[in-house]
């Protein structure tokens, strides 16, 4: 569904050249949670954004289905980007405005009819069980709340890809497993291919068919999560999978 073919990305920094991609070549399968995991400054967070060309890449390819969305015009690729939902680790909510309107807000670009846009949005407040929080402001709600509304406003424009960035990091544990657990229900029940970044080994435990280790803009070792646990082979990721056994 998904295919990155030697994707590099260079950015100019005070006159110098940070390549923080280095020759991607990544294929994320329709219907699965992919995770990609690596250390902060690793490129990790620049890879999940050249997926929806947030970030251009300096060279290579981007495939969805088969296209090279990477040739596409702007008004192609507002229509394409409308098939991905977004979700950030620092929730991204309109502070002044309600669960309600936080979620109908992708909505009422796309001018939807306001009877329509109601029912889809208490469908939604089902789904990730907010119903009660429908004209809760941010502020009243709990960092996990914060999210779900995060996670019901990118589902609003019913993608086909949920891309994920580090959505868990300022959670507390238990948070992070309702999270997860709801992540998953989105994958199953509405058959959402999710694409998961993180630095927490035990996110990609949780949920992740494959994952892929990214360290200093490569990939350098990716297979299905149980292989992976069993058979490490390169260093950095048997310090993500046992990091009390790099420390001193």
């Known amino acids: 569904m998904i295919r990155l073919e030697q994707v590099h990305k260079v950015f100019e920094k005070k006159g110098k050249k940070v390549h923080a991609l280095k020759g991607i070549d990544l294929t994320i399968d329709k219907g699965n949670i992919f995770g990609i995991i690596g250390y902060s400054g690793s490129g990790k967070s620049t890879l999940i954004r050249t997926i929806n060309l947030l970030e251009r890449p300096t060279s290579g390819a981007v495939y969805l289905d088969g296209t090279d ?79 779900r509304v995060a996670i019901a406003r990118a589902l609003a424009s019913d993608p086909e890809i949920l891309l994920c960035d580090e959505a868990t990091s300022a959670l507390d544990p238990q948070t992070t497993r309702s999270i997860l657990s709801l992540l998953k229900k ?63």
Do not use: W
Request: glycine share 2%; hydrophobic share 40%.
């Open 69 to 147: 969305i990477t040739t596409f015009n702007d008004k192609q690729l507002i229509t394409y980007r409308r098939k991905m939902g977004m979700i950030f680790q620092q929730f991204n909510l309109l502070s002044s405005a309600t669960v309600f309107e936080n979620i109908a807000f992708p909505l009422r670009l796309s001018k939807m009819d306001k009877a329509h846009l109601h029912t889809k949005i208490n469908r939604l407040l089902t789904l990730v069980d907010l119903t009660d929080k429908k004209e809760a402001y941010p502020s009243q709600l709990s960092g996990g709340q914060k999210q």
């Open 186 to 248: 989105i994958n199953q029940e509405l058959d959402i291919t999710i694409v998961l970044i993180t630095h927490e080994m035990e996110v990609v435990k949780s949920i992740c068919h494959k994952v892929a280790v990214i360290s200093d803009g490569e990939i350098i070792e990716q297979n299905t999560v149980e292989q992976l646990f069993l058979h490490p082979t390169m260093p950095v990721t048997k310090e993500l999978l046992n990091p009390s056994l790099f420390t001193e």
